[in-house]
């Protein structure tokens, strides 16, 4: 209902700006779910396919590193094992180079239709085409940040040396690169600027508040990290105890088609949270994004003010 909008676009504090999140999370987790599943069935299959991969391949190689005595022909089962790793570990690679170009976009584009439309009921279709239009920008975005992160790997190899400090320094640079790629991403598609132009801004807005958008990604990533773990917690026991029975009763889990599903499920089931995640956590600059924006700008602000002046 348009009656329980949330004002995104205010000046807020640090303190304002985490609550509000929580507000925006829990008025929206159900319809953003169901725009999430819709736009990811391709990827979810293919998050399938690659952890069948890949716990096959691991699985053959724990079996060999014990000696499992099911082997016939060792060096045949260990091609076998490395080719289910090499096709598992490609494909892992392009679907989360898929992931990150299309949830990047989903839940961007969910917030600006939420905005837009002033609405908790945003249509999927809306979302869907706001985040198509603007492909060409995303896939040059996602581009740019391999040399931008590879920069950054170089300058927390370097903190790495500094005792300590160093490791403060990692996570300062860490959540500072994750506060402004976010808000950029946000520029470019509220505002439909170039790739180059909404880094440049989301530099501007976010070093002008730097404290502020390292704080909030660190205290919120903090809090989506811990609400992850305990989506996790009760896939992680069912795994635990299967994992203990496998041990105790010595079950030949290379050739188990049980082992297979358990472990091809969990690992699943792990990406398809972490994925989730990404979404949650680009929600965080989106109110950041437009907390330092009205901040800086005053545009919903001189809007109010202008249509109070209209109506007069």
Same mark, same amino acid.
């Given at each position: 209902m348009k009656d329980n909008y949330i004002p995104l676009q205010a000046n807020r504090d640090f303190g304002g700006i985490i609550t509000v999140y929580f507000d925006?999370? %829990?008025?929206?987790? %159900?319809?953003? &779910?169901? /725009?999430?599943?819709?736009?990811n069935g391709v990827f979810l299959i293919g998050l399938l396919i690659t952890s069948y991969l890949l716990v096959s391949?691991?699985?053959?190689?724990?079996?060999? $590193?014990?000696?499992?005595?099911?082997? /016939?022909?060792?060096?045949e089962f260990e091609l076998d094992h490395y080719l289910y790793l090499g096709i598992g570990g490609f494909l892992f690679v392009i679907? +989360?180079?898929? /992931?990150?170009?299309?949830?990047?976009? +989903?839940? &961007?584009?969910?917030?600006? %239709?939420?905005?837009?439309t002033r609405d908790e009921n945003v249509d999927k279709k809306e979302v869907?085409? +706001?985040a198509k239009s603007q492909f060409g920008n995303i896939f040059l975005?996602?581009?740019?940040?391999i040399p931008i992160y590879f920069v950054f790997v170089i300058a927390a190899v370097i903190l790495a040396f500094i005792p300590l400090l160093g490791f403060i320094g990692q996570y300062i640079v860490q959540f500072f690169l994750t506060a402004w790629v976010g808000v950029s991403f946000f520029e470019m598609i509220q505002k439909k600027k170039g790739v180059t132009e909404a880094l440049g801004e989301g530099w501007k807005l976010v070093t002008t508040n730097f404290w502020k958008s390292v704080g909030v990604n660190f205290i919120l990533g903090l809090l989506l990290g811990i609400l992850m773990m305990i989506a996790l917690f009760v896939p992680g026991i069912i795994i635990g105890i299967y994992t203990f029975h496998v041990v105790e009763n010595n079950v030949d889990y290379s050739q188990s088609i049980v082992s297979t599903i358990v472990y091809t499920l969990g690992t699943c089931i792990v990406l398809i949270i972490a994925v989730y995640g990404q979404c949650l956590s680009q929600f965080v600059n989106g109110i950041l994004y437009y907390a +330092?924006? $009205? %901040?800086?700008?005053? $545009?919903? &602000?001189?809007? &109010?003010? $202008?249509?109070?002046?209209?109506?007069?």
């Open positions: 925006f999370f %829990k008025q929206n987790i %159900k319809n953003f &779910t169901n /725009v999430f599943i819709s736009y391949g691991f699985l053959g190689f724990i079996a060999q $590193e014990f000696n499992n005595d099911s082997f /016939v022909d060792g060096n679907i +989360l180079i898929g /992931v990150a170009f299309l949830n990047y976009s +989903l839940s &961007t584009s969910y917030m600006i %239709k939420y905005v837009e869907w085409e +706001l975005f996602v581009l740019l940040l +330092l924006h $009205e %901040k800086a700008y005053n $545009e919903n &602000t001189r809007a &109010t003010i $202008e249509q109070i002046g209209q109506n007069d």
